[in-house]
Nanobody, 130 residues
């Protein structure tokens, strides 16, 4: 069973940067899609960025495109989210997720369908002040 743990959240001023990390334990498979989702109070959980480790293909939500970068370190079983030029609307709990099965996804499937992901971390809070 895949286990995920996020770290790196915190408070940052608008325009600043933050890097989130997600470590996977027990089983890491490069054919499992991995993604970052976020959930702000009173809002639905939304996909932010996703990566298919096997090919390195990445997907981004329009709201973060050009500001956030998802990456991986296969040797360390790590996934990262580099957040730059953050905005107050980026404030949320950020979750990493893994599909747990081998299947390539389209962008809309990777970011728009939470049910594609079997495994989730506990989340890390990001707060952006103006």
């Amino acid at each position: 069973q895949v286990q995920l743990a996020e770290s790196g959240g915190g408070s940052v001023q608008a325009g600043g940067s933050l890097r989130l990390s997600c470590v996977t334990t027990r089983i890491y498979n490069t054919r499992y899609y991995m993604a970052w989702f976020r959930q702000a109070p009173g809002k639905e959980r939304e996909g932010v960025a996703a990566i298919y480790p096997f090919t390195g293909v990445t997907h981004y939500a329009d709201s973060v495109k050009g500001r956030f970068t998802v990456s991986q370190d296969k040797d360390k079983n790590m996934m990262y989210l580099q957040m730059s030029d953050v905005k107050p609307e980026d404030s949320a709990i950020y979750y990493c997720a893994a599909t747990g099965y081998s299947l390539a996804l389209t962008s809309s499937q990777a970011l728009g369908v939470r049910e594609n992901y079997m495994y989730w971390g506990q989340g890390t809070q990001v707060t952006v002040s103006s």
